[in-house]
């Protein structure tokens, strides 16, 4: 329905992704089905960002589900929270839980680690940094904490 809906308002090729990608993540946790589904993609993903960042000589912990964050980077004695998430569907909720995990950690830094930053992720994430939080591809993570 709304394949037909967009072509027939005749809107540009960038406004028809946008509007799909918005209905895509509005519409990922609609039903039970979905809701596990995307958990788990979560737990995949967060698998891989661990992976790669231990490929890359970091030191981590996996926290469990009852945690705000899903990952820890270690570095000296600072601990650095991350939440790794396939697609952000509730930016306040997620930068609320970052803010806390980071409190709880004593950590000037935190990070939402995405697969790839979009227009919106970029928008939402100038308003976490001033908070020491950043939202950024997983694959930008080493270089941010390497010379962060």
Known sequence: TLGR????????PQAHDELNALHQV????STRSKREDFQRLKNEFVQQVG??????GFELSYLSVHEEADLIVRQK??????????????????????LFAMAEFSSPDGFI????T????????LIMEKHGAKALSYKNLPKVLFHG
């Open 5 to 12: 809906i967009l072509a027939e308002l005749n809107l540009s």
């Open 26 to 29: 509005e519409s990922s946790l």
């Open 51 to 56: 992976s790669y960042l231990l490929g890359k």
């Open 77 to 98: 004695n600072n601990r650095i929270p991350l939440i790794a998430m396939p697609m952000v569907h509730d930016y306040s909720k997620i930068f609320g839980a970052l």
């Open 113 to 116: 680690c995405l697969p790839k």
């Open 118 to 125: 979009k227009g919106l992720d970029r928008k939402k994430g």
